[in-house]
């Protein structure tokens, strides 16, 4: 098994995060230290330690958390904040997959299975997050048009999938869906036509909705699990 996924495999972190540990020559392989990124391990024979900790293949755990404001989408935070982390009672070592913003709610899984994290974070992916929007103002038509046909952000072009007004006459309130991930995705796709978002609630991400209270947590089902792998697996 490749160095990386094996070091995914027991709940170090995501692929990126373990491949830093790697160049920066901080595991070690039978006691020597390993920096090639293309380097195979034996999970049944060899020694392999992170900063000196032996490390054993971990079982996969899943988890949804329903995210409340005021939480860090991180493992650990140098102000001492709150952690999503913090939220889930496990003794796993689990880390979050991709970012919610502090004020931000909704759906956010943790799990120790850095193939999963990639999975539905890479970008070729493609996997849907559906939010609700409260925005400072009406969502004009002609605006909404641009959204779906695409604008620029950042010298990239973003676009909304989708755009739905749950609310007759009340235009403040949208539902948007994206396939991409980048940070303030939604946040700065409004601003760019002059809307600020005051509110933002993810409310399903990779088809999985938020069917818990803000705040709690439950596990994810095999069955949710298997789908998600068999929808958008490559």
Do not use: W
């Amino acid at each position: 098994m490749r160095l990386n996924k094996y070091l995914a495999s027991c709940g170090v972190g995501s692929r990126r995060k373990v491949e830093e540990l790697i160049v920066t020559g901080r595991v070690e392989v039978n006691n020597k230290t390993i920096v090639d990124l293309a380097s195979q391990v034996n999970e049944e024979t060899d020694h392999v330690k992170v900063d000196g900790q032996k490390l054993a293949p971990r079982r996969h755990v899943y988890y949804l958390l329903n995210k409340p404001k005021g939480v860090i989408t991180t493992t650990a935070d140098e102000r001492d904040r709150k952690t999503v982390v913090d939220l889930i009672d496990t003794k796993d070592i689990i880390f979050p997959v991709g970012r919610l913003d502090y004020n931000t709610t909704g759906v956010l899984f943790l799990t120790n299975d850095g193939d999963f994290s990639n999975l539905v974070t890479h970008p070729r992916n493609k996997i849907p997050r559906e939010y609700e929007v409260q925005l400072d103002k009406p969502l004009d038509d002609n605006d909404k048009e641009k959204l779906l046909k695409g604008i620029y952000i950042e010298g990239e072009r973003g676009r909304f999938k989708q755009i739905v007004f749950p609310k007759k006459n009340h235009f403040t309130n949208v539902i948007v869906t994206a396939v991409e991930g980048r940070n303030h995705f939604v946040k700065k796709m409004f601003a760019a036509l002059s809307y600020t978002v005051k509110n933002l609630n993810r409310i399903s991400f990779a088809g999985i909705r938020a069917d818990i209270p803000i705040g709690n947590y439950r596990k994810l089902t095999q069955h949710e699990i298997d789908e998600v792998i068999h929808k958008y697996g490559r």
